[in-house]
């Protein structure tokens, strides 16, 4: 699909064998060649139909939202088959350092989630290992960027935005002139992406409830997200995604009895609808919505045996709850 804007954009929906079962790349052409936001996932699928999209194009340069294995998966591909030169943050590359350390001792699993242990939750190894592969994760990566400069082009001048949440290291491109806004994970039409909780980054919803502070600025004509359908209309979808966020915050406090409860009784309250085989992601978003309703003084959060109790405060019971 072709927008027509001057900006000339593709997207390439590739299969991923988990989660979404796709993923949307992009692809800005000039008369020099392409630019490519993100990779999707290694495997040959995806490769074959790269081959066919980019045909005889030269690819000039690999842009990266953040570190997930389907957005960057195939970059040290794009490297050696098409000789493109892959741009990342410094904070995705200092990550993609650091899981290279980790491989040199063994380990597959990154690391991120280890403080859920304090909470009862144990990373299954298995699982782990499909999204840190050693092949991709030996990239090297050509070109930081920042938000300090525009990545430009001949037809485009893209402003890298920190939009933290889904991942501490997430970015989004914004194409002023034109209106478009590559969003990644940040934003998807259909569905609420998870905002993940890390070891150095706990409280994450309240880092990515701010972003849209400053993307509400911005004059949005395309708002593009990595999977799904193109959002057709940004401020409301926006919308949308304070009224969950309210909503869920509400459940939550809601499911606390008087005597508290545990991260997990939460969960298997709050998502009792959700099929086992997602009830550890189900887990994992509610650790980050109970870690800012603390922040925000509306939980508190007490050490029972070897792990953790939620108490509602007296703030919570006196006072209704806003973002």
């Known amino acids: 699909m072709h927008n027509e804007n001057r900006l000339n954009w593709q997207v390439v929906t590739l299969p991923i064998p988990y989660d979404l079962r796709s993923v949307n790349c992009y692809i800005i052409e000039e008369h020099s060649g392409i630019t490519i936001i993100d990779t999707g996932d290694d495997n040959d699928e995806s490769k074959a139909i790269w081959r066919q999209v980019i045909g005889q194009r030269r690819v000039n340069r690999v842009l990266i939202t953040h570190l997930h294995i389907d957005h960057f998966g195939l970059a040290k591909w794009f490297q050696d088959e098409y000789g493109a030169t892959i ?24 690391g991120s989630l280890s403080f859920l242990a304090d909470y009862g939750m144990v990373q299954d190894k298995a699982a782990s290992a ?121 459940q939550i406090l809601a499911a606390i009895p008087e005597e508290g409860a545990s991260a997990h009784d939460i969960t298997n309250q709050v998502y009792a609808h959700k099929p086992p085989e997602l009830l550890g992601a189900a887990f994992i978003q509610v650790i980050t919505f109970v870690h800012y309703l603390t922040e925000r003084n509306y939980l508190i959060r007490k050490r029972k045996g070897q792990s953790y109790n939620f108490y509602r405060s007296n703030l919570a019971n006196a006072e209704p709850f806003t973002l």
């Open 87 to 110: 741009w990342m943050s410094q904070r995705s590359n200092d990550e993609l350092i650091k899981r290279r350390e980790r491989f040199a001792q063994g380990m597959t699993e990154d």
């Open 130 to 250: 499909v999204f840190n592969r050693f092949e991709p994760f030996q990239v090297q990566v050509d070109v930081i960027f920042s938000e300090q400069e525009l990545i430009e082009g001949e037809t485009f001048k893209l402003q890298p935005i920190w939009t933290p949440g889904h991942s501490s290291d997430h970015y989004c491109f914004y194409e002023k002139e034109t209106g478009v806004l590559f969003l990644g994970d940040h934003l998807l039409e259909i569905i609420n992406p998870i905002v993940m909780p890390s070891t150095q980054m706990q409280n994450p919803l309240a880092l990515y409830l701010a972003t849209f502070d400053s993307l509400g600025q911005l004059e949005i004509n395309d708002a593009l997200p990595a999977h799904g359908t193109q959002i057709e209309n940004f401020d409301e979808r926006v919308s949308r995604l304070m009224v969950h966020y309210t909503d869920k915050c509400l």
